[in-house]
């Protein structure tokens, strides 16, 4: 009867081992599961700033090249402007000149 007692209890014994290796295995895959949705987290969190930082360099560099090209084509017409009135002095000269040649100083 004592040995049959002994099996009995060794029986119990491997029965609650594997009942608590299977209790920390489901903890240790719990545990993985968690620690992979924070990463996941932590990762699309990143994924999202750096996004974000690299829209906002982008915009910053857009708008220094709107303003750049904003201010070229400024002095452009600036000097365009220029450059029509003093061609157009110039033309009225020489209309005024031809003039006079053609009639004299009447």
């Given at each position: 009867?004592?040995?049959?007692d002994?099996?009995?209890?060794?029986e119990?014994?491997?029965?609650?081992?594997?009942?608590?290796?299977?209790?920390?295995?489901?903890?240790?895959?719990?545990?993985?599961?968690?620690?992979?949705?924070?990463?996941?987290?932590t990762?699309?969190?990143?994924?999202?700033?750096?996004?974000?930082?690299?829209?906002?360099?982008?915009?910053?560099?857009?708008?220094?090249?709107?303003?750049?090209?904003?201010k070229?084509?400024?002095?452009?017409?600036?000097a365009?402007?220029s450059?029509?009135?003093?061609?157009?002095?110039?033309?009225?000269?020489?209309?005024i000149?031809?003039?006079?040649?053609?009639?004299?100083?009447?």
């Amino acid at each position: 009867m004592n040995t049959i007692d002994e099996v009995k209890r060794i029986e119990q014994a491997a029965k609650e081992l594997e009942a608590s290796f299977d209790d920390k295995m489901k903890e240790m895959v719990d545990q993985t599961e968690q620690k992979i949705s924070e990463m996941k987290e932590t990762i699309e969190s990143d994924l999202q700033e750096y996004q974000n930082e690299q829209n906002l360099a982008t915009e910053k560099k857009l708008d220094q090249l709107k303003q750049q090209l904003q201010k070229e084509t400024s002095e452009e017409m600036d000097a365009l402007k220029s450059n029509y009135h003093t061609k157009k002095d110039q033309l009225v000269d020489i209309v005024i000149e031809e003039v006079m040649k053609q009639y004299g100083n009447s």
